[in-house]
């Protein structure tokens, strides 16, 4: 049987019916390659008290972990929410055509923490995602996303790319911004939610270009139209004058 569980937003975000289901596994893995961590390996390990081997990109999607679950009870731990990647759901459609019994075991997310940011949930678009340019490939395709949701005054969240600073990802907003002509007047920052480290901010481009003070892993929140509570909200988390 293939387990896929959430571990929630910090270390000890795993639910009790996760921590039950790892106890039946011979085999725990840890997927490694969708976010910076906010918790270490062994923080995880002394919450579940189990031992996890690390699950790069290739060993999820070359369906592996589903042979292994033919045979025995195999966990797939995912930041978050299990199948909030695309890459998850394609183990369980592998499941389905192999007549593997799996179970999905949930836990809160990014997106259910930026709700603190007081913008409403349903008013959000598409979700964008920003990768890491390299020195021959920069993709900025991420802002035709965030162009999209702006014409329906909808607010865009984008998910940032494993290892990509900050310093770099607000030169890649810019430099995409200006590509594809949106005007972004200010801009929400949220840091590690869920965990003692939480952080939002709501600042102007300019003074992010600034500012050294944000840490992995963030997102970043273009707001679409305000409600007066959803302005009044954000403001409060301005610059203290």
């Known amino acids: 049987m ?43 390990e002394e919450v579940i008290g189990k031992k996890v081997t ?12 589903v042979d292994e679950a033919k045979k025995l009870n195999v ?9 909030s990647a695309t890459t998850h759901i ?21 997106f259910d923490a930026i709700a603190e940011t007081g913008l409403q949930i349903y008013k959000f678009g598409k979700t964008a995602s920003m ?6 490939f920069e993709p ?16 865009s969240l984008i998910l940032i790319d494993i290892g990509l600073d900050f310093q770099k990802a607000i030169l890649e907003l810019e430099t995409g911004a200006q590509k594809h002509k949106v005007n972004i007047d200010k801009l929400v920052v ?11 901010l709501y600042r ?15 997102c970043m929140i273009i707001p679409g139209n305000l409600h007066f509570v959803e302005k009044q909200v954000l403001e409060s988390f301005g610059p203290r004058k």
């Open 140 to 155: 900025d395709s991420f802002m035709e996303t965030v162009k999209e949701n702006m014409k329906i005054g909808a607010h």
């Open 131 to 136: 990768p890491a340019w390299q020195k021959s």
């Open 90 to 110: 394609t183990l369980i459609d592998e499941c389905r055509a192999s007549g593997v019994k799996y179970r999905i075991i949930y836990a809160a997310s990014i």
């Open 204 to 218: 102007t481009l300019d003074e992010f270009r600034k500012f050294h003070g944000v840490f992995k892993p963030y």
């Open 75 to 83: 966990a797939l731990l995912v930041y978050g929410s299990p199948l």
């Open 2 to 44: 293939l387990y896929l569980i959430g571990l929630g937003l910090n270390e000890h975000g795993i639910s009790k019916e996760g921590l039950a289901a790892i106890m039946n596994c011979k085999r725990i893995y840890l997927e490694n390659y969708t976010v910076d961590f906010p918790f270490t390996d062994h923080q995880v």
């Open 190 to 200: 949220c840091q590690a939610l869920g965990t003692r480290n939480s952080k939002i």
């Open 54 to 65: 690390p699950a790069n990109r290739e060993k999820v999607e070359n369906l592996s972990l």
